[in-house]
């Protein structure tokens, strides 16, 4: 006799991305799905009274297994915005329903860090140097970045 008893199928991997703009931007978008997430649902228009609800969507239709494979994204342009959605998000959680949640509006958290490591890369190769400790002066920066 054979054992035909089936293992439960893994869950997929969801990301939910929450933006405040009228679309999600496809760059975001791109980078989710090469990330691995196999589902991408983007929220739009979503303002921060909005994100409670949303996550909490999220989370208790999982269970406390299914939140590993869960994601929260939050875009849009507005960095101050985008914060105010991040916070909002964390404190709907209820352990253990609790997912990563990431804010990245226009790339600006992201950009940001790449160049802050590359400045440092680049003074440790040149000058045997850190940036822990000095003093900086940013010339140019403008928008989120």
């Known amino acids: ?7 439960p199928a893994e869950r997929p991997y969801i990301l939910h991305m929450f933006t405040a703009t009228p679309q999600m931007s496809p760059f975001d978008v791109n980078m989710a799905a ?10 739009c228009n979503v303002d921060a009274a909005m994100v409670s609800n949303l996550t909490q969507d999220a989370i208790f239709s999982r269970g406390p297994k299914g939140v590993a494979r869960t994601g929260i994204f939050i875009g849009g342009r507005d960095v101050m915005l985008a914060a105010d959605m991040l916070d909002v998000a964390r404190k709907a959680m209820v352990p253990p329903f609790e ?7 226009s790339g600006a958290y992201t950009t940001a860090a790449a160049l802050v ?7 440790g190769k040149a000058y045997g140097m850190e940036l822990g400790g000095k003093r900086v002066l940013i010339l140019g920066g403008t928008g989120a970045v």
Request: avoid cysteine; aromatic fraction near 10%; glycine fraction near 4%.
């Open 99 to 105: 997912v990563s949640v990431f804010a990245d509006p």
């Open 34 to 43: 090469d990330a691995g997430y196999q589902i991408i649902v983007p929220y």
């Open 1 to 7: 006799m054979s054992d035909t008893t089936e293992k």
């Open 117 to 123: 490591a590359l400045a440092e890369r680049h003074l």
